[in-house]
């Protein structure tokens, strides 16, 4: 199975900052990778596909980039609704798997 | 809109079976491949199986294979997970997922809103 890294685990940051959070593929992926934005108690919602394509309704201060095996979601201005925890997804081969998470806390 | 609603979780002893179903509404569901994925307690997510648009077609994580079957009945718009010989490891929320392909195993969009199973003595 094509093994799918998150760093950091955990991020403290302040509203208005810039975040990136970085993926990586233990293998190439090409383009084929997905985010998603987990709040508590609340499935997962889909932010971002095919590496970098912003879901519809999904602001815009949300960015995907990366191709092979190193990915970044970015928010470009942290706003209070988007303390939650990230998981990037890989969708190359038919065994799917994510990253271990990374949970946006409030500094 | 589109909406899956998961039902049949409950608590189970290990050894058990237990049957999971997601109803499916707001768009074509023969159209499309479907998932399940699974959440343990204060943990990462786990994909758990997929099936195609057809039902031809399923994959599964290789931590349940031989274990779980997906199905589908696309007349009642619903997904199935049966699960069999639970596991203490088998405890998580199950939720069910559309993928966007009909054929291969994408991303998800959108989730139900899952079900717990508790396998325990």
């Known amino acids: 199975d094509i093994q799918m890294t998150q760093s950091p685990s955990t991020l403290s940051a302040s509203v208005g900052d810039r975040v990136t959070i970085t993926c990586r593929a233990s293998?190439?992926?090409?383009?084929?990778l997905a985010w998603y934005q987990q709040k508590p108690g609340k499935a997962p919602k889909l932010l971002i596909y095919?590496?970098?394509s912003l879901e519809s309704g999904v602001p815009s201060r949300f960015s995907g980039s990366g191709s092979g095996t190193e990915f970044t979601l970015t928010i470009s201005s942290l706003q209070p609704d988007d303390f939650a925890t990230y998981y990037c997804q890989q969708y190359n081969s038919y065994s799917l798997t994510f990253g271990g998470g990374t949970k946006v806390e409030i500094k | 809109q589109v909406q899956l609603v998961e039902s049949g979780g409950g608590v189970v002893q290990p050894g058990g079976s237990l049957r999971l179903s997601c109803a499916a509404s707001?768009?074509?569901?023969?159209?499309?491949?479907m998932h399940w994925v699974r959440q343990a307690p204060g943990k990462g997510l786990e994909w758990v199986a997929f099936?195609?648009?057809?039902?031809?077609?399923?994959y599964y994580a290789d931590s349940v294979k031989g274990r779980f079957t997906i199905s589908r009945d696309n007349s009642k718009n619903t997904l199935y997970l049966q699960m069999n010989s639970l596991r203490a490891e088998d405890t998580a929320v199950y939720y069910c997922a559309k993928g966007h392909s009909s054929w291969y195993p994408d991303w998800f969009d959108p989730w139900g809103q899952g079900t717990l199973v508790t396998v325990s003595s």
């Open positions: 707001g768009f074509t569901f023969s159209s499309y491949g």
């Open positions: 099936i195609r648009y057809d039902g031809s077609n399923k």
């Open positions: 293998q190439s992926i090409s383009s084929w």
């Open positions: 095919k590496a970098s």
